[in-house]
T-cell receptor
Framework: GENVEQHPSTLSVQEGDSAVIKCTYS??????FPWYKQELGKRPQLIID?????GEKKDQRIAVTLNKTAKHFSLHITETQPEDSAVYFC??????????FGAGTTVTVRA | SQTIHQWPATLVQPVGSPLSLECTVE??????LYWYRQAAGRGLQLLFY??????ISSEVPQNLSASRPQDRQFILSSKKLLLSDSGFYLC??????????FGSGTRLTVV
């Protein structure tokens, strides 16, 4: 099955700086890559996603890039704010309706 | 609009007792439904998924079972809980080629 690895496991950034989280996947047939944000005690919520026919997607301060050849994708958060502090999960799917999740990255934004 | 309901929100159960967690979806038909478990500070582990009434796929051998008696109802059960069953249980649905929408979760503590 699909194996998704996520790095780093923890990330501490100064407010206003950028944060980057990287994920790799094993199944070259995977074609859908969402990112979830989970605040403490809450449910994960979809923040951005990208499909394999697109190399980059941006939504305000958040962007995701995809390198199909290398089988990795990344989440970029610019101008970080305290409310960006959360656990972020990447995931991958190849259309069989199952998402395989990375282990998560705990992001802390220091004021 | 589509909504997903999950209950109860918190549950404290003794070892050896039974478990029943319920999840229902509104505003959609024939959704793919999923049960995930998240141990404290850990990632999302897929337990079961269902693509239709009575159709259950198990991802990990567990002390748990799942059932889908109706199109928009998904139930997670156990006959005898173990301490290791403690965690945050999340129901999710997926319609079409998009990311999951998670329920609000049930925090289960087995004592």
């Amino acid at each position: 099955g699909e194996n998704v690895e996520q790095h780093p496991s923890t990330l501490s950034v100064q407010e206003g700086d950028s944060a980057v989280i990287k994920c790799t996947y094993s199944d070259s047939a995977s074609n859908y890559f969402p990112w979830y944000k989970q605040e403490l005690g809450k449910r994960p919520q979809l923040i951005i996603d990208i499909r394999s026919n697109v190399g980059e997607k941006k939504d305000q301060r958040i962007a995701v890039t995809l390198n199909k050849t290398a089988k990795h994708f990344s989440l970029h958060i610019t101008e970080t704010q305290p409310e960006d502090s959360a656990v972020y999960f990447c995931a991958a799917s190849k259309g069989d309706y199952k998402l395989s999740f990375g282990a998560g990255t705990t992001v802390t934004v220091r004021a | 609009s589509q909504t997903i309901h999950q209950w109860p929100a918190t549950l404290v159960q003794p070892v050896g007792s039974p478990l029943s967690l319920e999840c229902t979806v509104e505003g959609t038909s024939n959704p793919n439904l999923y049960w995930y478990r998240q141990a404290a500070g850990r990632g999302l582990q897929l337990l079961f998924y269902s693509v239709g009434i009575g159709q259950i796929s198990s991802e990990v051998p567990q002390n748990l079972s799942a059932s889908r008696p109706q199109d928009r109802q998904f139930i997670l059960s156990s006959k005898k809980l173990l301490l290791s069953d403690s965690g945050f249980y999340l129901c999710a649905w997926r319609s079409g080629g998009v990311g999951y929408t998670f329920g609000s979760g049930t925090r289960l503590t087995v004592v």
